[in-house]
C-alpha cells in the first residue's frame, strides 16, 4: 500500500477488512502523568487510574508515563500517598504495558541538582519499583547533567530515552541558537551517549508543523534511534505538528485520553487513530475500546476533578504561547505571582522583560525548573529594579545558574548579571565550569542522620532527601505519628454529587430559608471547597457523618474572583444567602496555584513581641527555615529564612540590621502574603 491512501473500508466491516500497517505508529500514553499534570495540577489519585489501568493495558500502547515530573512532589505533600507505592500498584493492574517516568536529569524529580549518590540511589529505586523507561531530560540540553543517572539506567538494562527541550528565541525553527544543527547536534550527542530512544521534548506547544517536519526528517537522516515526538496542545499547534511528524517518519507519538487531552495538555488518541487507520502508519487500536475507557473516566473519574480544571477562559488555546514562545503554564504561574503580589497592572512589563532577562541568563530553554527561574526573576525586576539599578533583588537559584549550578548555558550568562549575583556567594565568585554535581557534596548519610528512624527503607530514605520539609512531613502521616490534615484526604463521587447539588440549590434561591434544623457543630473531618459558578464564588463545607457525606454549609463569598486582580472588597459585602458557617474556617483551596481570597481578607499574624520592624512575607508560601535564632543579631540585607513559594526556595533578608525579637513561624508552615514572619527589634 502506498503512503497514506485509504482502503476502502465499510462502516461495519472495517475491522475486518483494516489491513496490517507497514509501519505502524507506536504511541506513548501521558494520561496518568502529563495528562493530569497539565490539566488537574497534577492531583491524580491511584485509586483513580485503577478503574481503566487494565482496560488502557489492554491498547496497545508502546509505553504508559504513570509517574515523574511532578508526581513524586504532589502526591507526599498533597495527596497523602507514597511515591513508589504508585509504580507498585499500578503493576499489578497494567502487566503488558511498559512503564515510563519522565526523569528531570541531575534534577531527579525535584527542583535542583541533587547530589550524585541521591541521583544513583534514584534511579536504583525507580528500577526496583518496577520503571522500564526513563524519559531523561536536562532543562539547559547540558548533557553532563546525564552523566550520573544513564549509567545506572544501562546498567539495570533498562530504556534510556534522551530528550532534546524544543525552544525557540524566534517564532519559527532558526535564529541564533535554537536552528536545525543545534537539534540535530544534541541528537547525535544523545545516540553517542548510548540512548535507546530520542525525544523532541515540545513542552510548551512551541513547534509548528512544518518545522516538526524539518526536525523529524533531519533527526531520522543523522540517527538510528528511534525518534520520539512529545508536543503539548497548549497553542493549539501540536496535532498538526504530530501529523506533519507522521510524514517525516516519526517512531514513537505521545496522547492522552480525550478527557485528559487538549488545552495545556496533549492531543487526544481518538483522532489520531482515525487519521491513521488504514494507511501504512495505522495504530491498529481498537477505536470501540478507547471509547469504552473514556465512558468509565467521565463516569467515575472526571467529577472528582473537574473542579481542577482552568475554565476562566473560553478558549482551549492559549495564543501567548504564539506570541511569546514561552510556556504556558509559566505565564499563568506569573499571572498568578503577579495576582498575589496585588501587581497584575505590571503583566506587560514582565511580557517585554523576559526575554531580556532569558538572555542576559544565557538564553536557557523555559522548562522546569528554568521556566520558574527566569519567571519569578523577571518578576523580582518589575517590581523591585529602579532606573538606576537592575537585578536589585536576585533570587538564590539565578546565583545558582550564574554559578553553573544547573550547567551550561546555551550562550555565555551577561558579565555583568553575573558579576553581581556572584557577589558574597557561599561557594564563592569564581563561576565553575565542571559537570555541575562535582562540586556537590554526597547528601544520603547527611539525611540519614536527620530523619533517623523516621525512615524506614531506602524508599523512604531517597523521599527524605528530595524534599526534607514535605517528606518528613509526609513520613510523619505515613508511620502514624501526626494526622494528616483533612485537605490531604480524597474525595468520594457521593461528596462530588452532594456538594453539586447544594450549589445547584443555592443558585436557585432555595437555600435562603433558616434551616428546619439547627447545624450540628463541624466535625473534624469537614473539608473546606472553594466552588466558581457563573462567576460567583462560594465556599462549601462537607462533612462525613457516618457513611454518607452531609453538607454542613455553604456561603457565598464576597465577589472577588481569582482572574480578577486581588482588590480589597468593595463596600459593604453582600450578605451570604444561606446559613453562614459556624467559623470562618481559612479554606483549603482546592487549586494551590489560585490565590485564596478567604485568606488575603485576613488580617495578618500579628507581630508576637512588641515593638520592632517586622519582615513579612512577600507573598504566599511555606516556611523552609529560619537562619536566625531568637536573640541573634543580624545585619541589613541578610538572610532571616527561606520561603518556598512557586516552587521556588527564596531567601528573605533582613529589612533592618539589629536583635531577632521573634520567629513566629516554624519549618513546613503555611503562610499568607504579609504574614509577619519575624520581628528584628
Ligand atoms: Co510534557
Same mark, same amino acid.
Given at each position: 500500500? *502506498?503512503?497514506?491512501?485509504?482502503?476502502?473500508?465499510?462502516?461495519?466491516?472495517?475491522?475486518?477488512?483494516?489491513?496490517?500497517?507497514?509501519?505502524?505508529?507506536?504511541?506513548?500514553?501521558?494520561?496518568?502523568?502529563?495528562?493530569?499534570?497539565?490539566?488537574?495540577?497534577?492531583?491524580? +489519585? *491511584?485509586?483513580?487510574?485503577?478503574?481503566?489501568?487494565?482496560?488502557?493495558?489492554?491498547?496497545?500502547?508502546?509505553?504508559?508515563?504513570?509517574?515523574?515530573?511532578?508526581?513524586?512532589?504532589?502526591?507526599?505533600?498533597?495527596?497523602?500517598?507514597?511515591?513508589?507505592?504508585?509504580?507498585?500498584?499500578?503493576?499489578?493492574?497494567?502487566?503488558?504495558?511498559?512503564?515510563?517516568?519522565?526523569?528531570?536529569?541531575?534534577? %531527579?524529580?525535584?527542583?535542583?541538582?541533587?547530589?550524585?549518590?541521591?541521583?544513583?540511589?534514584?534511579?536504583?529505586?525507580?528500577?526496583?519499583?518496577?520503571?522500564?523507561?526513563?524519559?531523561?531530560?536536562?532543562?539547559?540540553?547540558?548533557?553532563?547533567?546525564?552523566?550520573?543517572?544513564?549509567?545506572?539506567?544501562?546498567?539495570?538494562?533498562?530504556?534510556?530515552?534522551?530528550?532534546?527541550?524544543?525552544?525557540?528565541?524566534?517564532?519559527?525553527?532558526?535564529?541564533?541558537?535554537?536552528?536545525?544543527?543545534?537539534?540535530?547536534?544534541?541528537?547525535?550527542?544523545?545516540?553517542?551517549?548510548?540512548?535507546?530512544?530520542?525525544?523532541?521534548?515540545?513542552?510548551?506547544?512551541?513547534?509548528?508543523?512544518?518545522?516538526?517536519?524539518?526536525?523529524?526528517?533531519?533527526?531520522?537522516?543523522?540517527?538510528?534511534?528511534?525518534?520520539?515526538?512529545?508536543?503539548?496542545?497548549?497553542?493549539?499547534?501540536?496535532?498538526?505538528?504530530?501529523?506533519?511528524?507522521?510524514?517525516?517518519?516519526?517512531?514513537?507519538?505521545?496522547?492522552?485520553?480525550?478527557?485528559?487531552?487538549?488545552? *495545556?495538555?496533549?492531543?487526544?488518541?481518538?483522532?489520531?487513530?482515525?487519521?491513521?487507520?488504514?494507511?501504512?502508519?495505522?495504530?491498529?487500536?481498537?477505536?470501540?475500546?478507547?471509547?469504552?475507557?473514556?465512558?468509565?473516566?467521565?463516569?467515575?473519574? #472526571?467529577?472528582?476533578?473537574?473542579?481542577?480544571?482552568?475554565?476562566?477562559?473560553?478558549?482551549?488555546?492559549?495564543?501567548?504561547?504564539?506570541?511569546?514562545?514561552?510556556?504556558?503554564?509559566?505565564?499563568?504561574?506569573?499571572?498568578?505571582?503577579?495576582?498575589?503580589?496585588?501587581?497584575?497592572?505590571?503583566?506587560?512589563?514582565?511580557?517585554?522583560?523576559?526575554?531580556?532577562?532569558?538572555?542576559?541568563?544565557?538564553?536557557?530553554?523555559?522548562?522546569?525548573?528554568?521556566?520558574?527561574?527566569?519567571?519569578?526573576?523577571?518578576?523580582?525586576?518589575?517590581?523591585?529594579?529602579?532606573?538606576?539599578?537592575?537585578?536589585?533583588?536576585?533570587?538564590?537559584?539565578?546565583?545558582?545558574?550564574?554559578?553553573?549550578?544547573?550547567?551550561?548555558?546555551?550562550?555565555?550568562?551577561?558579565?555583568?548579571?553575573?558579576?553581581?549575583?556572584?557577589?558574597?556567594?557561599? +561557594?564563592?565568585?569564581?563561576?565553575?565550569?565542571?559537570?555541575?554535581?562535582?562540586?556537590?557534596?554526597?547528601?544520603?548519610?547527611?539525611?540519614?542522620?536527620?530523619?533517623?528512624?523516621?525512615?524506614?527503607?531506602?524508599?523512604?530514605?531517597?523521599?527524605?532527601?528530595?524534599?526534607?520539609?514535605?517528606?518528613?512531613?509526609?513520613?510523619?502521616?505515613?508511620?502514624?505519628?501526626?494526622?494528616?490534615?483533612?485537605?490531604?484526604?480524597?474525595?468520594?463521587?457521593?461528596?462530588?454529587?452532594? +456538594?453539586?447539588?447544594?450549589?445547584?440549590?443555592?443558585?436557585?434561591?432555595?437555600?435562603?430559608?433558616?434551616?428546619?434544623?439547627?447545624?450540628?457543630?463541624?466535625?473534624?473531618?469537614?473539608?473546606?471547597?472553594?466552588?466558581?459558578?457563573?462567576?460567583?464564588?462560594?465556599?462549601?463545607?462537607?462533612?462525613?457523618?457516618?457513611?454518607?457525606?452531609?453538607?454542613?454549609?455553604?456561603?457565598?463569598?464576597?465577589?472577588?474572583?481569582?482572574?480578577?486582580?486581588?482588590?480589597?472588597?468593595?463596600?459593604?459585602?453582600?450578605?451570604?444567602?444561606?446559613?453562614?458557617?459556624?467559623?470562618?474556617?481559612?479554606?483549603?483551596?482546592?487549586?494551590?496555584?489560585?490565590?485564596?481570597?478567604?485568606?488575603?481578607?485576613?488580617?495578618?499574624?500579628?507581630?508576637?513581641?512588641?515593638?520592632? *520592624?517586622?519582615?513579612?512575607?512577600?507573598?504566599?508560601?511555606?516556611?523552609?527555615?529560619?537562619?536566625?535564632?531568637?536573640?541573634?543579631?543580624?545585619?541589613?540585607?541578610?538572610?532571616?529564612?527561606?520561603?518556598?513559594?512557586?516552587? #521556588?526556595?527564596?531567601?528573605?533578608?533582613?529589612?533592618?540590621?539589629?536583635?531577632?525579637?521573634? %520567629?513566629?513561624?516554624?519549618?513546613?508552615?503555611?503562610?499568607?502574603?504579609?504574614?509577619?514572619?519575624?520581628?528584628?527589634?
Amino acid at each position: 500500500m *502506498t503512503d497514506h491512501n485509504q482502503v476502502k473500508m465499510t462502516a461495519m466491516n472495517y475491522e475486518k477488512e483494516r489491513p496490517e500497517a507497514e509501519n505502524p505508529l507506536k504511541v506513548e500514553d501521558l494520561t496518568l502523568r502529563d495528562g493530569h499534570q497539565s490539566l488537574f495540577a497534577t492531583r491524580g +489519585r *491511584t485509586e483513580d487510574m485503577i478503574p481503566v489501568a487494565e482496560m488502557m493495558d489492554e491498547v496497545g500502547f508502546w509505553a504508559m508515563e504513570i509517574w515523574g515530573g511532578a508526581t513524586f512532589d504532589t502526591m507526599h505533600r498533597f495527596l497523602n500517598e507514597d511515591p513508589w507505592e504508585r509504580i507498585r500498584t499500578l503493576k499489578r493492574y497494567i502487566k503488558k504495558t511498559p512503564f515510563s517516568m519522565l526523569l528531570r536529569g541531575q534534577n %531527579l524529580v525535584g527542583y535542583r541538582n541533587y547530589a550524585d549518590d541521591v541521583a544513583k540511589a534514584f534511579v536504583e529505586r525507580a528500577v526496583e519499583n518496577g520503571m522500564d523507561i526513563f524519559r531523561t531530560f536536562d532543562a539547559l540540553n547540558d548533557y553532563r547533567n546525564f552523566e550520573t543517572v544513564v549509567p545506572v539506567i544501562k546498567a539495570s538494562g533498562k530504556h534510556f530515552q534522551g530528550c532534546i527541550c524544543y525552544s525557540l528565541t524566534e517564532p519559527r525553527l532558526g535564529g541564533e541558537v535554537y536552528d536545525l544543527d543545534y537539534y540535530v547536534n544534541k541528537a547525535r550527542d544523545l545516540e553517542s551517549m548510548g540512548a535507546d530512544s530520542i525525544c523532541v521534548k515540545d513542552m510548551a506547544g512551541l513547534i509548528a508543523p512544518y518545522d516538526a517536519y524539518v526536525i523529524v526528517k533531519a533527526l531520522k537522516a543523522a540517527v538510528k534511534a528511534p525518534v520520539h515526538l512529545h508536543s503539548h496542545f497548549t497553542s493549539g499547534m501540536s496535532a498538526m505538528s504530530q501529523l506533519k511528524a507522521v510524514e517525516a517518519g516519526v517512531d514513537i507519538v505521545d496522547t492522552c485520553m480525550s478527557p485528559y487531552a487538549y488545552r *495545556t495538555s496533549h492531543p487526544a488518541i481518538e483522532p489520531l487513530v482515525m487519521t491513521l487507520l488504514g494507511t501504512n502508519r495505522d495504530t491498529g487500536f481498537d477505536i470501540k475500546h478507547l471509547a469504552a475507557i473514556n465512558e468509565k473516566l467521565e463516569k467515575e473519574v #472526571m467529577p472528582k476533578y473537574k473542579h481542577l480544571l482552568d475554565d476562566s477562559k473560553m478558549s482551549i488555546i492559549d495564543i501567548n504561547v504564539l506570541l511569546h514562545q514561552t510556556p504556558g503554564g509559566m505565564l499563568s504561574n506569573l499571572v498568578n505571582q503577579l495576582k498575589q503580589m496585588d501587581a497584575l497592572d505590571k503583566i506587560d512589563d514582565v511580557y517585554r522583560e523576559l526575554p531580556r532577562v532569558r538572555k542576559e541568563l544565557g538564553q536557557i530553554p523555559l522548562v522546569t525548573p528554568t521556566s520558574q527561574i527566569v519567571g519569578i526573576q523577571t518578576v523580582n525586576n518589575v517590581l523591585f529594579d529602579t532606573p538606576e539599578e537592575r537585578y536589585k533583588m536576585i533570587t538564590d537559584q539565578v546565583k545558582d545558574l550564574c554559578y553553573g549550578l544547573y550547567g551550561k548555558t546555551a550562550v555565555p550568562i551577561d558579565p555583568e548579571v553575573q558579576k553581581k549575583a556572584l557577589k558574597g556567594y557561599p +561557594r564563592g565568585e569564581e563561576p565553575i565550569t565542571c559537570r555541575p554535581a562535582e562540586v556537590l557534596e554526597p547528601e544520603l548519610e547527611k539525611a540519614k542522620a536527620e530523619i533517623g528512624d523516621l525512615a524506614v527503607d531506602m524508599d523512604d530514605l531517597v523521599l527524605y532527601a528530595l524534599y526534607p520539609v514535605t517528606g518528613k512531613r509526609f513520613l510523619k502521616w505515613k508511620y502514624g505519628k501526626e494526622e494528616p490534615p483533612a485537605e490531604v484526604r480524597p474525595i468520594t463521587l457521593e461528596q462530588v454529587k452532594a +456538594r453539586e447539588t447544594l450549589i445547584k440549590k443555592a443558585l436557585a434561591g432555595e437555600l435562603v430559608e433558616k434551616p428546619a434544623k439547627e447545624a450540628p457543630p463541624k466535625s473534624e473531618n469537614a473539608r473546606t471547597f472553594n466552588v466558581f459558578i457563573d462567576g460567583e464564588y462560594f465556599e462549601v463545607g462537607v462533612d462525613e457523618v457516618g457513611e454518607s457525606p452531609v453538607i454542613r454549609y455553604i456561603q457565598q463569598m464576597p465577589a472577588q474572583m481569582p482572574t480578577m486582580p486581588a482588590m480589597p472588597p468593595p463596600g459593604p459585602v453582600s450578605p451570604p444567602r444561606s446559613t453562614p458557617p459556624p467559623a470562618p474556617a481559612p479554606a483549603p483551596a482546592a487549586k494551590p496555584s489560585a490565590p485564596e481570597p478567604l485568606k488575603a481578607a485576613e488580617p495578618p499574624k500579628a507581630a508576637a513581641a512588641g515593638e520592632g *520592624t517586622p519582615l513579612k512575607a512577600p507573598m504566599p508560601g511555606m516556611i523552609v527555615n529560619y537562619k536566625k535564632q531568637v536573640g541573634d543579631s543580624v545585619t541589613e540585607g541578610e538572610t532571616v529564612v527561606i520561603l518556598e513559594a512557586m516552587k #521556588m526556595e527564596n531567601a528573605l533578608p533582613a529589612p533592618v540590621s539589629g536583635t531577632i525579637k521573634s %520567629l513566629n513561624f516554624q519549618s513546613g508552615d503555611s503562610v499568607a502574603k504579609n504574614d509577619v514572619l519575624c520581628v528584628i527589634g
